[in-house]
Every structure is written in C-alpha cells, then in structure tokens.
C-alpha cells in the first residue's frame, strides 16, 4: 500500500478512477478508497454512450455543458488510443451515429432547425429524411419523418472503468477497501480522512468522487450537496442479424449496440427512486414499449437481462466541479446525471490539473461545488 499518497480518491467509480488515472500520469501517488467494489455503481452498467454534443443532443451551443461536453469528447477520441495501451484493457470503444428521430410534424419543427444550427458547427450533424436515413439505419421506424444525426462515440463502462483503474495502478495508484465517514483537518486544511473501521487515513488532497451517496459529505465539509440518486434501467437484448449500424434516441429512451455484440435499450430516469437499486416490471414496459417504437422489428430480440443503476442528480441537474471552500486541500467531482461516462474525461481532467497546477483548462464557474450555499449549523 502508498504509505503517503499525495492524494487520497474518495469512490472508484468513473470519476475516482478517472482521477487517480490523470494525476498518476502527472507521476502523484494516489490511493483510492471504495466502500464496494471497483464501478459496483452506475459507472459499472451505463450504456456510456458518448455523444459529442451531450447527451440527447439536447443541450443549447452556449449551455456551460456544451463546452465540456464538446471537450470531453475529444479527449475520449485520444483516450480511445491511449487507454488500452496504457491498461492493456480493451474498452470497446467505437464510433457511430446517434439518430434523433422526428414521429410528428411538432417534433420535426424542434428538431429540424435544432439540426440545422448544429450543422453550421459542426459539418458531421445532419437532418436526414427518407432513404437517406434508411441508409443509416434499415431498422428505424418507417413512421419517422426525419431525424437529427449526431457523431457518437461508445465504450463498454465496466471495461472502461476498469481501463481506468488498471492504468492507474500500473503507475503506482493503490486501491483499498473503506468506507470513508469523515474528514481530518486543520486551521481549514484537510489533513486526512476517518474510515468507518475507526482508522484515520492521512492526506494533504483529497478529492470527493462518491456518486449519489455525495450528500453525506455535506456535514463534512459544511456545505449543501443537493446530490439524490436517480435509477436508470436497461434491457439487455440479443438481437438477430442484421445488427443496429447507428444508435436511436427517442424521447429519453434509446438503443445502442455494444462492441461485445449485446443491445442496450434504455432507459428509466425514476426520481423518487431512493437507494433502490433493482429493476422493475413498470420498468421492463416502458423500455420495451420505447424500443418497438423505435426499430419495430425488435420485435424478435431475445432479452438477456434487465438491470438498474443509480445516477447521481444534483439540484439544478449540474455537476459540482471544483475546489470545495473552506477546506483547503479538498476537491469535489459529482453530479454527472446521464451524462457522467461521456464528461469523466474532462472533469477529472480538470480535477487533476486545478492539484498539480492550480489551474482549470476549462472555466467552471458554473459547476462551484459551494453554489448550493452552506449547511445552517
Ligand atoms: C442506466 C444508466 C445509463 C447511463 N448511460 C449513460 C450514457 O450513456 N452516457 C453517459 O455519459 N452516462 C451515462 N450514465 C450516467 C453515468 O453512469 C454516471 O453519471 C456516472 O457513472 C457517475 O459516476 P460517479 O463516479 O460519479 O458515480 P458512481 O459510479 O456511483 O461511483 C461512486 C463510487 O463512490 C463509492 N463511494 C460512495 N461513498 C463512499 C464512501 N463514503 N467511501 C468510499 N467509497 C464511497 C461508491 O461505492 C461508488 O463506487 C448512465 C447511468 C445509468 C444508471
């Protein structure tokens, strides 16, 4: 075990491994501490798909989002070379459209001029109608009457994660089983963190990657941390020949085919949820219901499993992305709802460069961990 990390990595989930994989790149002796196990969480089963304009092709140009999204991708495409090498772990990266389909002439008026401004950025996304998007994908509904085309790319999340960590590790990182209850510090700095097994861990940094269980940290760092896990579900399927070429997106569900040759359709976004973490009949319906509607002929697909993961939400559906105020020393990365596979690149990224430079590449002003305002003591 790192007698002193440099830094200590609460979650090994894809934004803790993402972490520890950048500042272990920067040569920082990093230990991670996870109360389960290695992306036991939603970072283990998320269909991870990586749309280069955010997830659902919904954001505006100028949302803060945008920008990070937009950057993260870009390093997915370099971490798509990198990472395997640098793990010897394949994670199933591949490229491949994302189509936004229109049923109705209310969702073409949306989507359509939507498409149009994208494009003027972005020559790769389109608005295609007819053959042209049959060309694309055979099995999308004949019903549709066009659809917004975006570049996407896609890893396996476990695979990835575990990419992550391995990568980490064969530059020194450590990982430890401990259940993290609390923070050591002085005069406003951290000095190390307590573990439920009564054991204080020492540290001068320490960064809070712990997913939807962040709010404990809230009566830590005195801080509000509105995070609430949301579950999310997918269907495992096995569809016969021919294969989905592109992935479908439609209303909050979709369908995406994974490199290790099973489809993904999801998928539920259940607020009331809590920390239950299993999947449901109600569930099952929905996605399966979303799923005919977007290739019909899906009809045939075997389903291989139904499994559920719990999405961290915050407030204002936001990451917290930063420097946590008052503690000097402590850093947050959480808050990733849907789209916390495609930005872990960036966020942790950003994580590891504010520890060994001070600076962020990106402005992130708009993700101040501290924006909630403080517990009232
Ligand atoms: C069904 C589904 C589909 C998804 N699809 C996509 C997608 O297509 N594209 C996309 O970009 N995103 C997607 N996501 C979202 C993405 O999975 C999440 O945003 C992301 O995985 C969150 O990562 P995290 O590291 O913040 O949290 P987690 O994965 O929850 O990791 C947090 C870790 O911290 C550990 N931990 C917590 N508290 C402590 C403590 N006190 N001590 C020690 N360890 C602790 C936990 O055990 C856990 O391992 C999907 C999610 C779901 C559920």
């Not at 870009?74 to 394949?90: K, N």
Request: charged share 15%; aromatic share 6%; net charge negative.
């Amino acid at each position: 075990m790192a007698e002193h990390a440099d830094v200590v990595v609460v979650g090994a989930g894809v934004m803790g491994c993402g972490t520890a994989y950048w500042l272990t790149r920067a040569r920082y002796n990093v230990l991670v501490l996870e109360q389960e196990s290695i992306a036991c969480g939603a970072s283990g089963m998320a269909a991870a798909m990586l749309e280069s304009v955010g997830h659902g092709a919904r954001l505006p140009l100028d949302d803060p989002l945008a920008e990070l999204a937009r950057a993260s991708f870009a390093l997915h495409q370099e971490l798509a070379r990198q990472l395997p090498e640098d793990s010897g772990v394949e994670t199933g990266y591949r490229e491949n459209p994302v189509l936004h389909p229109a049923f109705t002439v209310e969702e073409v008026a949306v989507l359509k001029p939507q498409a149009l401004a994208l494009h003027r950025h972005n020559a790769a996304m389109q608005w295609l109608e007819g053959q042209a998007l049959w060309d694309v994908e055979p099995r999308l509904n004949r019903a549709v009457l066009g659809a917004l085309v975006s570049p996407q790319a896609q890893v396996l999340a476990y695979r990835y994660v575990l990419a992550l960590a391995t990568a980490a590790e064969r530059r020194g990182m450590t990982i430890r089983h401990g259940e993290v209850v609390g923070l050591v510090g002085h005069a406003g700095r951290v000095t190390g963190v307590r573990l439920r097994n009564g054991e204080t861990v020492p540290a001068e940094t320490v960064v809070l990657a712990m997913g939807p269980w962040s709010q404990q940290a809230a009566s830590w760092v005195g801080l509000k941390i509105p995070i609430y896990p949301v579950r999310g579900q997918l269907l495992e399927l096995l569809v016969p020949d021919p294969q989905l070429n592109a992935s479908i997106s439609y209303g909050g569900m979709y369908l995406v085919r994974k490199a290790d040759g099973v489809t993904l359709a999801g998928t539920t976004e259940e607020h009331d949820s809590g920390f239950a973490n299993h999947p449901t009949a109600a569930g099952r319906q929905a996605i399966l219901r979303a799923t005919l509607h977007m290739a019909p002929s899906l009809e045939e697909a075997q389903i291989q499993d139904q499994v559920s993961g719990l999405r961290p939400c915050s407030a204002d559906q936001m990451p917290l992305i930063g420097p946590v105020p008052g503690w000097h020393g402590v850093y947050m990365v959480a808050g990733h709802f849907r789209s916390g596979m495609l930005l872990s690149a960036i966020s942790t990224r950003i994580i590891a460069e504010l520890i060994t430079t001070g600076h962020s590449p990106l402005p992130i002003d708009a993700f101040n961990p501290a924006r909630f305002g403080r517990v009232e003591s």
